[in-house]
C-alpha cells in the first residue's frame, strides 16, 4: 500500500527515493550553543513528514535557516532542483517553500479576509505603478478572493471574514495563518506546531486538509508535540535532538524506538495519568 | 474685542496656502507612519527639499516652473534614497533617530553662509515664484471674499493649493485600497509576516518613504511659493512637530484625517492666538503680553499633542478598532 | 456543606468594552479538588481564570473566595488572600536564581520562607538540588517547575494554572501533569485551563467544559470521558485511532 520513502536502509539522514529538498551540512551556533547541526537529511517529495524532538532540539531554528529567516553558519540545501542557500525569504517562499510561526503571526491589524488576500502571489497590482491603474489587478483581485473565501470556508473562518484577526482567539489565528500560507499553493508546506493552541475536535478537521494538501501534490513538513495527530497522518518521522537528526522512518518504527521513547514521548504514552500511582506527601497545613 | 475679524482670519485660515501646505506634508507622514509604520521625524527635510530644489533651480538655473518643481521631487527622491537604503533594514527607532538627525543636518546645511550663494543663507530666498505666477489666468486685483481681501496670487496659490491635495488625496485612496496598499497594511503589523507571505519588504519600504517625501516636498513648494519666500529657519524640528499634530489630531491611517486635521488645527489656533490677543488687550489677561500669546501658541500644540497620543491616538477620522485590537 | 474555596456565579467579563468573552460562567471548586477547564478556542477558558485573579473586568456575576466576595479586587489584594496564579508564558524571573525566584513568591510574607520552602522541595526535589542556578537557563518544562514553586510559597487556598502543558514536549507533559497531581494530593485546590483535554480529565476530579463563554458541560473527569457527546465535540477521536 505504501511506495517506499527510502532508498536503500533507513538510518538517521538517509536518501529518499524522491526528495523535494535535501539539506548538507547545516549549521548554526549561537555563541556558545550549537543550535543546529544537520549532516544531512532529505525530505521526501508529496508526503507528509513530521519533525519531532524535545524543546529547544533546534526545529524552529532549522526551519528559520532553510526558509531564509536566519542564515546557517554553514550549509546547502536544494529545493526541487534550485540551491537556496542565501535566498533571501520572501523569494523563497515565492520559490514554493511557505512556512507558518510558532508564535502565530496572524496579522491582528487588518481583517481575515485581507489577511488570505495578502497570502496570494503575482498579484500584479502589489507593484507600486500598477497598483494605480485599477483594471490592470481588479480580476485577479476578484479570483483571489474567491479562492480566500473558499478556503475561509473550509477552515470554519468564514463567519469571522470582516472580523480583525487580532479578535480572533489564539486557536483561530492558527487556523488563518493556515489557510493564509495555502493561498499561494506552495509545493512544500512548512507548518511550526499549527495544532499548538487549537481544540481536539477541530483537530481532527485540520488533520484532512493536511491530507488534502498531500492528495493535491504538495509536501508537508510539519513540526509537532501531538503524537497522536503524527501517527494518524505522517508518512515519515524525523527525530531532531540537540541539533542533529537522531532518527527517522516510519511513525511505527520511530515510536517504538527507545531512546526517542526516553527523550521524548515518554514511558506513559499510551496510559491513563489518572491511574499512575503519585507518592504520597505529607501535607504540612 | 473685534469678533468680526478674528472669524474672518479663522475661516480665512481654514483655506490658505499655509495650512495647505502643512496638509500635504501631513499626508506623506501618513503614508510613512499611518500606513507603513515608518517612523520619520524629519518630514521638514522632505519639505525643505522641495522648496529649496524649487527656488534654486528658478533662481541659479532660471529653469522653467514644471522643471523647478522636477528638481524639488527628484531631491526628495534622492534624501529618501540617501535615508532609507541603510536604515530600512534595521529596527524602526533606528529610522527615527536618523531622520532627525538628518533633517537638523540639511536646515544647518541650508543656512550655512559657505553656501550663500546658492541657498542665500540665513537670510533666505526670494523672487523665485514669478515663474510661477506668470500662468495666473486670473486678473489683477483684490477681492472680496466676505471674509477677507485677497490678490490674484494668493488665490492662485490657493486654488492651485486645493487643486493639490485633491489630486494627492485621490492618488493615496487608490493606492492604499490597492493590493500594494494592503501589502504595506501588513508591513506596518509584522515584516516576517509579510516576508514569509512572498513580499520583498525593503522594497515596498523604500517606495513607501519616496512617496511620502515626495508628496511633502510638494507641500513645501506651496509653503515658500505663496509668501514668495523662503527662509531657512522654518524648516525646524517645529515644522516636523506641528506635521506630526496634524497628522495624530485627523487620524494617522486615513486620508481625510491630515485634510480635516490641519484644517480645524490651525483654524484653531487662529482663533485662540486671536481671542487671547483681544483678551490682553482689554486687560483680560494681565499676566500676558501680546508678544507672549504668539509663543503660547507652541505651548498649545506641544499639550494638543501630549492628550492627543494619551487619550484619543486614533484622531478624528482613525479606526479605533485598530488601536486596541492588541488588548489581549 | 463546606464553603467551596472559590465559587463563581454567573460571570459576564471581557478585555474590549462592549464585548463580553464570558456569558454567564459559572464554577465551584471545593477544598483539595483538582478541577479542569477545557473547551474550543474562544470559549473564554484563560477569560475565566484571569477573571478568578483580577486581570479581567468583571461586567456581571460574583465571585467569592472561602465565602468572601472578591469580585473586582486587584490581583495583588487576591495574592494577598491567598489566590496564587501561574501564567503560561513569562512565569519566572529568567535572572534570578531558582531560590531568589521562590524567594519572590513569599516577599508579602518573607518571614515564612524556610518553611514554605520546604514544602515546595518536598514536592520538587530538583528545585533544591539546584537552587542557584539561574531560572533562564532551564528548559520550559523545567521553568513551568519553579513557577509553579513560587506559585505554592505563598501557601495558597487555590492554584490556578494556565495550560500548564503548553509547549512542552510529550514526555515533559506527562511529568507536568503528574506534578499538578502530587501538588494537588498534597492538599492544595487546583483550578487548570488545558488545552490537553484528555489529559486534562484524567487527572482532574471534576471538570467545566466552556463553550461561547459558559460553563456548557460539567461532570467529573471520567463522566467527560467517557462521554460520546464530548468525544464528538471537544475531545477528538485521535486518540483512539
Given at each position: 500500500?505504501?511506495?517506499?520513502i527510502?532508498?536503500?536502509?533507513?538510518?538517521?539522514?538517509?536518501?529518499?527515493?524522491d526528495?523535494?529538498?535535501?539539506?548538507?551540512?547545516?549549521?548554526?551556533?549561537?555563541?556558545?550553543?550549537?543550535?543546529?547541526?544537520?549532516?544531512?537529511?532529505?525530505?521526501?517529495?508529496?508526503?507528509?513528514?513530521?519533525?519531532i524532538?524535545?524543546?529547544?532540539?533546534?526545529k524552529?531554528?532549522?526551519?528559520?535557516?532553510?526558509?531564509?529567516?536566519?542564515?546557517p553558519?554553514?550549509?546547502?540545501?536544494?529545493?526541487d532542483g534550485?540551491?537556496?542557500a542565501?535566498v533571501?525569504?520572501?523569494?523563497?517562499?515565492?520559490?514554493g517553500?511557505?512556512?507558518?510561526?510558532?508564535?502565530?503571526?496572524s496579522?491582528?491589524?487588518?481583517?481575515?479576509?485581507e489577511?488570505?488576500?495578502?497570502?496570494?502571489?503575482?498579484?500584479?497590482?502589489?507593484?507600486?505603478?500598477a497598483?494605480l491603474?485599477?483594471?490592470?489587478?481588479?480580476s485577479?483581485e476578484?479570483?483571489?478572493?474567491?479562492?480566500?473565501?473558499?478556503l475561509?470556508?473550509?477552515?470554519?473562518?468564514?463567519?469571522?471574514?470582516?472580523?480583525?484577526?487580532?479578535?480572533?482567539?489564539?486557536?483561530?489565528r492558527?487556523?488563518?495563518?493556515?489557510a493564509?500560507?495555502?493561498?499561494?499553493d506552495?509545493?512544500l508546506?512548512?507548518?511550526?506546531?499549527?495544532?499548538?493552541?487549537?481544540?481536539?475536535?477541530?483537530?481532527?478537521?485540520?488533520?484532512?486538509?493536511?491530507?488534502?494538501?498531500?492528495?493535491?501534490?504538495?509536501?508537508?513538513?510539519?513540526?509537532?508535540?501531538?503524537?497522536?495527530?503524527?501517527?494518524?497522518i505522517?508518512?515519515?518521522?524525523?527525530?531532531?535532538?540537540e541539533?542533529?537528526?537522531?532518527?527517522?522512518g516510519?511513525?511505527?518504527?520511530?515510536?517504538?524506538?527507545?531512546?526517542?521513547?526516553?527523550?521524548?514521548?515518554?514511558?506513559?504514552?499510551?496510559?491513563?495519568?489518572?491511574?499512575?500511582?503519585?507518592?504520597?506527601?505529607?501535607?504540612?497545613? | 474685542?473685534?469678533f468680526?475679524?478674528?472669524?474672518?482670519?479663522?475661516?480665512?485660515?481654514?483655506?490658505?496656502?499655509?495650512?495647505?501646505?502643512?496638509?500635504?506634508?501631513?499626508?506623506?507622514?501618513?503614508?510613512?507612519?499611518?500606513?507603513?509604520?515608518?517612523?520619520?521625524?524629519?518630514?521638514?527635510?522632505f519639505?525643505?527639499?522641495?522648496?529649496?530644489?524649487?527656488s534654486?533651480?528658478?533662481?541659479?538655473?532660471?529653469?522653467?516652473?514644471?522643471?523647478?518643481?522636477?528638481?524639488?521631487?527628484?531631491?526628495?527622491?534622492?534624501?529618501?534614497?540617501?535615508?532609507?537604503i541603510?536604515?530600512?533594514?534595521?529596527?524602526?527607532?533606528?529610522l527615527?533617530?536618523?531622520?532627525?538627525a538628518?533633517?537638523?543636518?540639511?536646515?544647518?546645511?541650508?543656512q550655512?553662509?559657505?553656501?550663500?550663494?546658492?541657498?542665500?543663507?540665513?537670510?533666505?530666498?526670494?523672487?523665485?515664484?514669478?515663474g510661477?505666477?506668470?500662468?495666473?489666468?486670473?486678473?489683477?486685483?483684490?477681492?472680496?471674499?466676505?471674509f477677507?481681501?485677497?490678490?490674484?496670487r494668493?488665490?492662485?496659490?490657493?486654488?492651485?493649493?486645493?487643486?493639490?491635495?485633491?489630486?494627492?488625496?485621490?492618488?493615496?485612496?487608490?493606492l492604499?485600497?490597492?493590493?500594494?496598499g494592503?501589502?504595506?497594511?501588513?508591513?506596518?503589523?509584522d515584516?516576517d509576516?509579510?516576508?514569509s507571505?512572498?513580499?520583498?519588504?525593503?522594497?515596498?519600504?523604500?517606495?513607501?518613504?519616496?512617496i511620502?517625501?515626495?508628496?511633502?516636498?510638494?507641500?513645501?513648494?506651496?509653503?515658500?511659493?505663496?509668501?514668495?519666500?523662503?527662509d531657512?529657519s522654518?524648516?525646524?524640528?517645529n515644522?516636523?512637530?506641528?506635521?506630526?499634530?496634524?497628522?495624530?489630531?485627523?487620524?494617522?491611517?486615513?486620508?481625510?484625517?491630515?485634510?480635516v486635521?490641519?484644517?480645524s488645527?490651525?483654524?484653531?489656533?487662529?482663533?485662540?492666538?486671536?481671542?487671547?490677543?483681544?483678551?490682553?488687550?482689554?486687560?483680560?489677561?494681565?499676566?500676558?503680553?501680546?508678544?507672549?500669546?504668539?509663543?503660547?501658541?507652541?505651548?498649545?500644540v506641544?499639550l494638543?499633542?501630549?492628550l492627543?497620543?494619551?487619550?484619543?491616538?486614533?484622531?478624528?477620522f482613525?479606526?479605533?478598532?485598530?488601536?486596541?485590537?492588541?488588548a489581549? | 456543606?463546606?464553603?467551596?474555596?472559590?465559587?463563581?456565579?454567573?460571570?459576564?467579563?471581557?478585555?474590549?468594552?462592549?464585548i463580553?468573552?464570558?456569558?454567564?460562567?459559572?464554577?465551584?471548586?471545593?477544598?483539595g479538588?483538582?478541577?479542569?477547564?477545557?473547551?474550543?478556542?474562544g470559549a473564554?477558558?484563560?477569560?475565566?481564570?484571569?477573571a478568578?485573579?483580577?486581570?479581567?473586568?468583571?461586567?456581571?456575576g460574583?465571585?467569592?473566595?472561602?465565602?468572601?466576595?472578591?469580585?473586582?479586587?486587584?490581583?495583588?489584594?487576591?495574592?494577598?488572600?491567598?489566590?496564587a496564579?501561574v501564567?503560561?508564558t513569562?512565569?519566572?524571573?529568567?535572572?534570578?536564581?531558582?531560590?531568589?525566584?521562590?524567594e519572590?513568591?513569599?516577599?508579602?510574607?518573607?518571614?515564612r520562607f524556610?518553611?514554605?520552602?520546604?514544602?515546595?522541595t518536598?514536592?520538587?526535589?530538583?528545585?533544591?538540588?539546584?537552587?542557584?542556578?539561574?531560572?533562564?537557563?532551564?528548559?520550559?518544562?523545567?521553568?513551568?517547575?519553579?513557577?509553579?514553586?513560587?506559585?505554592?510559597?505563598?501557601?495558597?487556598?487555590?492554584?490556578l494554572?494556565?495550560?500548564p502543558?503548553a509547549?512542552?514536549?510529550?514526555?515533559?507533559?506527562d511529568?507536568?501533569?503528574?506534578?499538578?497531581?502530587?501538588?494537588?494530593?498534597?492538599?492544595?485546590?487546583?483550578?487548570?485551563?488545558?488545552?490537553?483535554a484528555?489529559?486534562c480529565?484524567q487527572?482532574?476530579d471534576?471538570?467545566?467544559?466552556?463553550d461561547?463563554?459558559?460553563?456548557?458541560?460539567?461532570g467529573?473527569g471520567?463522566?467527560?470521558?467517557?462521554?460520546p457527546?464530548?468525544?464528538?465535540?471537544?475531545?477528538?477521536?485521535?486518540?483512539?485511532?
Amino acid at each position: 500500500m505504501r511506495d517506499e520513502i527510502a532508498l536503500g536502509a533507513i538510518a538517521p539522514g538517509c536518501a529518499k527515493v524522491d526528495p523535494i529538498l535535501v539539506v548538507d551540512n547545516v549549521t548554526r551556533k549561537f555563541g556558545g550553543l550549537t543550535a543546529v547541526d544537520v549532516a544531512h537529511v532529505e525530505i521526501p517529495r508529496g508526503r507528509i513528514t513530521a519533525l519531532i524532538g524535545p524543546n529547544g532540539a533546534g526545529k524552529t531554528t532549522f526551519f528559520n535557516l532553510l526558509t531564509g529567516f536566519d542564515k546557517p553558519d554553514t550549509g546547502k540545501w536544494v529545493f526541487d532542483g534550485k540551491d537556496l542557500a542565501g535566498v533571501a525569504p520572501h523569494k523563497v517562499a515565492r520559490l514554493g517553500m511557505v512556512r507558518t510561526f510558532q508564535l502565530t503571526k496572524s496579522l491582528n491589524l487588518m481583517t481575515v479576509i485581507e489577511n488570505m488576500k495578502l497570502g496570494a502571489l503575482g498579484q500584479r497590482g502589489e507593484g507600486f505603478w500598477a497598483a494605480l491603474v485599477r483594471p490592470i489587478w481588479k480580476s485577479q483581485e476578484n479570483a483571489i478572493t474567491a479562492k480566500a473565501d473558499e478556503l475561509l470556508k473550509r477552515f470554519k473562518l468564514d463567519a469571522k471574514r470582516e472580523d480583525y484577526a487580532g479578535e480572533l482567539s489564539g486557536g483561530q489565528r492558527k487556523l488563518l495563518e493556515m489557510a493564509r500560507a495555502l493561498m499561494s499553493d506552495p509545493r512544500l508546506v512548512m507548518l511550526d506546531e499549527p495544532m499548538a493552541g487549537v481544540n481536539p475536535a477541530l483537530t481532527q478537521s485540520l488533520l484532512e486538509h493536511i491530507k488534502q494538501l498531500k492528495n493535491n501534490g504538495a509536501s508537508v513538513l510539519f513540526v509537532e508535540h501531538d503524537m497522536h495527530m503524527v501517527r494518524n497522518i505522517s508518512d515519515w518521522v524525523i527525530v531532531m535532538a540537540e541539533g542533529k537528526i537522531v532518527a527517522e522512518g516510519p511513525p511505527a518504527v520511530v515510536m517504538k524506538d527507545q531512546a526517542v521513547i526516553d527523550a521524548y514521548l515518554g514511558a506513559h504514552a499510551d496510559t491513563d495519568l489518572g491511574t499512575v500511582e503519585i507518592k504520597s506527601i505529607k501535607a504540612d497545613k | 474685542m473685534d469678533f468680526l475679524q478674528i472669524l474672518g482670519l479663522t475661516i480665512g485660515q481654514l483655506f490658505s496656502p499655509f495650512t495647505i501646505a502643512y496638509i500635504l506634508c501631513a499626508l506623506g507622514l501618513a503614508v510613512h507612519f499611518g500606513y507603513t509604520g515608518l517612523m520619520n521625524f524629519g518630514q521638514a527635510a522632505f519639505a525643505a527639499l522641495g522648496a529649496y530644489g524649487f527656488s534654486i533651480a528658478a533662481l541659479t538655473l532660471g529653469w522653467d516652473w514644471w522643471a523647478c518643481v522636477l528638481v524639488g521631487i527628484c531631491a526628495s527622491v534622492l534624501f529618501a534614497f540617501l535615508l532609507g537604503i541603510p536604515t530600512l533594514r534595521l529596527r524602526a527607532d533606528y529610522l527615527a533617530i536618523v531622520t532627525i538627525a538628518a533633517a537638523q543636518a540639511l536646515k544647518y546645511a541650508l543656512q550655512a553662509s559657505d553656501f550663500a550663494s546658492v541657498t542665500g543663507g540665513s537670510a533666505g530666498l526670494h523672487g523665485f515664484a514669478e515663474g510661477f505666477f506668470a500662468l495666473n489666468p486670473i486678473p489683477v486685483g483684490r477681492y472680496d471674499l466676505g471674509f477677507e481681501t485677497i490678490s490674484e496670487r494668493e488665490m492662485f496659490i490657493t486654488i492651485v493649493g486645493w487643486i493639490l491635495v485633491a489630486v494627492v488625496a485621490v492618488f493615496m485612496v487608490a493606492l492604499t485600497k490597492s493590493p500594494w496598499g494592503r501589502v504595506l497594511k501588513g508591513i506596518r503589523e509584522d515584516e516576517d509576516a509579510v516576508r514569509s507571505l512572498g513580499k520583498s519588504v525593503f522594497a515596498m519600504k523604500m517606495q513607501a518613504l519616496i512617496i511620502g517625501g515626495v508628496i511633502a516636498s510638494l507641500g513645501g513648494m506651496i509653503f515658500v511659493i505663496s509668501p514668495e519666500n523662503n527662509d531657512p529657519s522654518t524648516w525646524g524640528t517645529n515644522f516636523t512637530f506641528m506635521i506630526w499634530t496634524v497628522l495624530l489630531l485627523g487620524g494617522a491611517a486615513t486620508i481625510f484625517g491630515p485634510i480635516v486635521g490641519g484644517m480645524s488645527f490651525f483654524a484653531l489656533l487662529m482663533l485662540t492666538e486671536g481671542v487671547m490677543t483681544g483678551l490682553v488687550n482689554l486687560g483680560f489677561l494681565p499676566f500676558l503680553n501680546v508678544a507672549q500669546v504668539a509663543q503660547i501658541r507652541y505651548l498649545l500644540v506641544g499639550l494638543a499633542l501630549m492628550l492627543l497620543v494619551i487619550f484619543k491616538p486614533q484622531g478624528f477620522f482613525g479606526n479605533k478598532r485598530e488601536t486596541l485590537v492588541n488588548a489581549r | 456543606m463546606a464553603t467551596p474555596v472559590v465559587e463563581a456565579t454567573n460571570l459576564h467579563a471581557g478585555y474590549l468594552p462592549g464585548i463580553n468573552i464570558l456569558n454567564g460562567c459559572s464554577l465551584i471548586a471545593n477544598q483539595g479538588e483538582l478541577i479542569g477547564i477545557i473547551g474550543p478556542n474562544g470559549a473564554g477558558k484563560s477569560t475565566l481564570l484571569k477573571a478568578i485573579f483580577g486581570q479581567v473586568n468583571i461586567r456581571d456575576g460574583r465571585i467569592k473566595l472561602n465565602g468572601e466576595d472578591i469580585t473586582g479586587l486587584k490581583a495583588n489584594k487576591l495574592v494577598e488572600k491567598g489566590v496564587a496564579f501561574v501564567p503560561q508564558t513569562n512565569n519566572v524571573f529568567p535572572s534570578l536564581t531558582i531560590e531568589e525566584n521562590l524567594e519572590m513568591g513569599v516577599f508579602q510574607n518573607p518571614k515564612r520562607f524556610n518553611e514554605r520552602f520546604e514544602f515546595v522541595t518536598t514536592i520538587f526535589p530538583d528545585l533544591e538540588k539546584r537552587r542557584n542556578q539561574k531560572a533562564g537557563s532551564l528548559s520550559g518544562g523545567e521553568r513551568q517547575m519553579v513557577a509553579m514553586g513560587r506559585a505554592l510559597m505563598i501557601d495558597p487556598s487555590v492554584l490556578l494554572l494556565d495550560e500548564p502543558s503548553a509547549g512542552l514536549s510529550p514526555v515533559r507533559q506527562d511529568e507536568a501533569f503528574l506534578r499538578v497531581r502530587e501538588v494537588n494530593k498534597a492538599g492544595v485546590t487546583v483550578i487548570m485551563v488545558e488545552q490537553n483535554a484528555r489529559r486534562c480529565l484524567q487527572i482532574c476530579d471534576r471538570a467545566y467544559v466552556l463553550d461561547q463563554g459558559k460553563d456548557a458541560h460539567t461532570g467529573t473527569g471520567r463522566e467527560l470521558l467517557a462521554d460520546p457527546k464530548m468525544v464528538e465535540l471537544y475531545l477528538g477521536n485521535l486518540a483512539e485511532l
